[in-house]
Nanobody, 124 residues
Framework: QVALLESGGGLVQPGGSLRLSCAASGRNFSDYAMGWFRQALGKERGFVAALNWKGSLTTYADSVKGRFTISRDNAKNTGYLQMNSPNAEDTAVYYC?????????????????WGQGTQVTVSS
């Protein structure tokens, strides 16, 4: 099993930018798809973005499409979520996940590991 650790969360102003990182340790991170999910206070955890093992295919939730970018550096065993032009509705705890494939990960199925989460607060 792979262990995931998110970092980079914090307070960001609306319209600013923030980059989240997800460091993986354990079994080979590059063999698996990865995804980002988020959970706002009082809401269920929901899908944000997912990426295949190679980093060549991506999929996004409609709410973040065109603003957020998911990427990975397999040589560093690290995944990223670049958040541009965030707004108050993006405030949430963000979790990274490792999954069997892009399509399964995007639907939250067959998730092998979850990180502990990092808080992102968008406020002026």
């Amino acid at each position: 099993q792979v262990a995931l650790l998110e970092s980079g969360g914090g307070l960001v102003q609306p319209g600013g930018s923030l980059r989240l990182s997800c460091a993986a340790s354990g079994r080979n991170f590059s063999d698996y798809a990865m995804g980002w999910f988020r959970q706002a206070l009082g809401k269920e955890r929901g899908f944000v973005a997912a990426l295949n093992w190679k980093g060549s295919l991506t999929t996004y939730a409609d709410s973040v499409k065109g603003r957020f970018t998911i990427s990975r550096d397999n040589a560093k065993n690290t995944g990223y979520l670049q958040m541009n032009s965030p707004n108050a509705e993006d405030t949430a705890v963000y979790y990274c996940a490792e999954g069997a494939s892009l399509s399964l990960t995007a639907r939250g199925y067959e998730i092998g590991s979850w990180g502990q989460g990092t808080q992102v607060t968008v406020s002026s």
